[in-house]
């Protein structure tokens, strides 16, 4: 079966950095999307970013260009999110998420079909 791990997550002051990881196995994405997603209690499911897989095409929400980085290692079949500068509104547990690749710019959750358990992030002021 497909499956998506998260990591990374945890605590950290506003302003500071973490790099979340997604651990990718089952099968390959290379045809894939792959795209981070954050949701906060009370709160619809948010679109971050999101790579393509095969030649790593990347596109970033605009509530966090400049700040985030979204990549992939091909070796390890993994995806990262290099998150710096965060922000306390940054709070909420992040997933990640695979689809397969087509039109559009790939920010809806409702197309996405595989997720992973989700990591929490929390931004304190």
């Known amino acids: 079966q497909a499956q998506l791990v998260e990591s990374g997550g945890g605590w950290v002051q506003a302003g500071g950095s973490l790099r979340l990881s997604c651990a990718a196995s089952g099968r390959t994405f290379s045809t894939y999307a792959m795209g981070w997603f954050r949701q906060a209690p009370g709160k619809e499911r948010e679109f971050v970013a999101r790579?393509?897989?095969?030649?790593?095409?990347?596109y970033v929400a605009d509530s966090v260009k400049g700040r985030f980085t979204i990549s992939r290692d091909n070796v390890k079949n993994t995806v990262y999110l290099q998150m710096y500068n965060l922000k306390p509104e940054d709070t909420a547990v992040y997933y990640c998420?695979?689809?397969?690749?087509?039109?559009?710019?790939?920010?809806?959750?409702?197309?996405?079909?595989?997720w992973g358990q989700g990591t929490q992030v929390t931004v304190s002021s």
């Open positions: 998420a695979a689809r397969r690749d087509g039109s559009g710019v790939a920010t809806l959750p409702s197309t996405y079909n595989y």
């Open positions: 790579i393509i897989w095969s030649g790593g095409n990347t």
